[in-house]
């Protein structure tokens, strides 16, 4: 099979694999589309991952396709299934997946490998977050499902019933997961104002449903320009960065309005610091939140919501290209070209 392979920084080679066989409990996805993420835009430049893959490794993550072989004692899956499998499975045993936060959990296993025709998927992966694509989406489109898991689990890290109805809520970045943030807060009623430097991004913002934007300098110092466009300039309730620069980190937190609640979604380099307004925190009571990946819910509830028809999702798939074509759909992501690509074995197959 053929399958692109990371080498290390910026390299990447297309290599002729032996296709796997599944073992007990393990499927064979015959990978029909896989998108591109930023986050592969990060392992291509790093030439790996901290937590996800060490190169040489096969990778992408967002993958749908069909099941082209089963393991012994495979019983909810057919051959020829339609099947989306989400990049991680957790362990269910420990401490953080007690609570309900999966994607905390202390064994959480990673899979990579969808820039290929075939994927092997284990046992765990089979068992908690393989399901089945409802009829009439597209596997492109349910290729999305693991993007929209994570940004539902940001979501529901937002605390939004704390705010009532149609809350007015800042996010930065216009990228996949800003819009896909923005696309999803929309359609539950909120009110979305959108802050990024490119223009075409804001105008894909506006599509799905952005109520206002802002064409924003790059580099952060833009908290007073974002407060300026709230609500008689209060600043806003709730402020989702979606870029992963520490200097946006502290203008998501300075651009709230008191009691307002700050979600730090986008992944910053490791050590990376922010400075903070201590007095702001303090006296305005701001709550400032994390959120990482998704947890085995948020993967089931961004498939359903795929296969409705509440969210314009394939505004966010700027082309296709076969898997020779992996780095230059990365090299168009990075040049702000693209926002993201669909890899299939075949060009437009
Ligand atoms: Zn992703
Ligand atoms: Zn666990």
Request: charged content about 20%.
């Amino acid at each position: 099979m053929q399958a692109a392979v990371l080498l290390g920084p910026e390299r990447i080679e297309i290599q002729e694999l032996p296709v796997p066989r599944p073992g007990p409990g393990e499927i064979l996805l015959s990978v029909e589309a896989a998108t591109t993420c930023g986050t592969d835009v990060k392992v291509y430049r790093l030439g790996g991952h901290p937590r996800m893959l060490r190169a040489p490794a096969l990778f992408g993550h967002e993958m749908a396709g069909r099941v082209a072989a089963a393991g012994a004692g495979v019983t909810e899956f057919a051959l020829g299934d339609p099947v989306v499998v989400a990049n991680s499975a957790p362990c269910l045993a420990c401490g953080p997946c007690k609570m309900g936060r999966e994607n905390l959990c202390e064994d959480l296993q990673y899979l990579n490998g969808a820039f290929a025709e075939f994927l092997l998927v284990p046992e765990r992966f089979v068992r908690l977050n393989t399901h089945p694509i409802p009829n009439g989406l597209s596997f492109a489109r349910a290729a999305l499902t693991e993007p929209l898991g994570c940004v539902l689990h940001g979501i529901d890290a937002c605390d939004l019933q704390r705010y009532g109805q149609g809350v007015e809520i800042l996010v930065f970045g216009a990228g996949p997961i800003g819009l896909l943030f923005t696309a999803a807060l929309a359609a539950d009623g909120h009110r979305v104002i959108l802050a990024d430097p490119n223009p075409g991004r804001l105008e894909t913002g506006k599509a799905l449903g952005a109520a206002d934007t802002i064409e924003i300098a790059r580099g952060g110092g833009q908290a007073d320009a974002a407060r300026a466009r709230t609500e008689d300039g209060k600043g806003a309730w709730v402020a989702i960065d979606a870029t992963g620069v520490p200097e946006v980190w502290s203008d998501a937190i300075a651009s709230l309005r008191p009691g307002g609640l700050a979600n730090l979604f986008g992944g910053c380099a490791p050590g990376a610091t922010i400075l903070l307004d201590a007095a702001l925190v303090h006296y305005g009571e701001l709550t400032i939140k994390g959120a990482y990946h998704h947890r085995p819910d948020s993967i089931r509830k961004a498939l359903k919501l795929l296969s409705g028809p509440g969210l314009e999702a394939d505004l966010l798939l700027s082309g296709e290209k076969p898997i020779e074509g992996v780095e230059e759909a990365l090299r168009s992501m990075m040049r702000k070209e693209a926002l993201k690509v669909v890899i299939r074995k075949q060009a437009g197959g």
